[in-house]
T-cell receptor, first 115, second 111 residues
Framework: EPEVTQTPSHQVTQMGQEVILRCVPI?????FYWYRQILGQKVEFLVS????????KSEIFDDQFSVERPDGSNFTLKIRSTKLEDSAMYFC?????????????FGAGSRLTVL | ELKVEQNPLFLSMQEGKNYTIYCNYS?????LYWYRQDPGKSLESLFV?????AVKQEGRLMASLDTKARLSTLHITAAVHDLSATYFC???????????FGTGTRLKVLA
């Protein structure tokens, strides 16, 4: 079964450092998303991406965050200068279209720990 | 903006019992989804409910959607320990690509 793959599974970084989280969505999916989940808490929307541009973003997705699809397969989330409160699990997801009839398929997540 | 709330937040139940998790949402949502998350794991899709009155069943879980009441329910029949997990509902706000998740219900089924 096709899956969304994420790397790294766990990253530890110092406050103020840049971090890039990588995702390979399912190959025939067109819509891509990043969500984050602070330990044991709610799953929060960060950004949606379609046709090589951001469709929507949340208030959390400030100037420190950016997304990119550098090639035909990868979808990346960059945090320019990490803060302690960025520590969370970051999930990438993709869907085949934007109609909502197709579910979001999530990756296994990247755990980010900011020290 | 779409807001999604679930109750209860925590649910501890005996094996063999039935229970219902409720998901309320604040504005028009075209679709309603249920996901399961095991500790430290990703989110696994359970159900997609696409219209008013939709009912989906898989094993001991049954989900339904009432768009007039802005309510979805996840009913658990004769719970077993393997159903212990956190269950999230999520809505898709009309005209957006933003899936908004509820607060989650942490279910623990006691043997």
């Amino acid at each position: 079964e096709p899956e969304v793959t994420q790397t790294p599974s766990h990253q530890v970084t110092q406050m103020g450092q840049e971090v890039i989280l990588r995702c390979v969505p399912i190959s025939n999916h067109l819509y891509f998303y990043w969500y984050r989940q602070i330990l044991g808490q709610k799953v929060e929307f960060l950004v949606s991406f379609y046709n090589n541009e951001i469709s929507e973003k949340s208030e959390i997705f400030d100037d420190q965050f950016s997304v990119e699809r550098p090639d035909g397969s990868n979808f990346t989330l960059k945090i320019r200068s990490t803060k302690l409160e960025d520590s969370a699990m970051y999930f990438c997801a993709s869907s085949r279209d934007g109609s909502g009839a197709n579910v979001l398929t999530f990756g296994a997540g990247s755990r980010l720990t900011v020290l | 903006e779409l807001k999604v709330e679930q109750n209860p937040l925590f649910l501890s139940m005996q094996e063999g019992k039935n229970y219902t998790i409720y998901c309320n949402y604040s504005t028009t949502s075209d679709r309603l989804y249920w996901y399961r998350q095991d500790p430290g794991k990703s989110l696994e899709s359970l159900f997609v409910l696409l219209s008013n009155g939709a009912v989906k069943q898989e094993g001991r879980l049954m989900a339904s959607l009432d768009t007039k009441a802005r309510l979805s329910t996840l009913h658990i029949t004769a719970a077993v320990h393997d159903l212990s997990a956190t269950y999230f509902c999520a809505g898709l706000a009309s005209g957006t690509y933003k899936y908004i998740f509820g607060t989650g219900t942490r279910l623990k089924v006691l043997a």
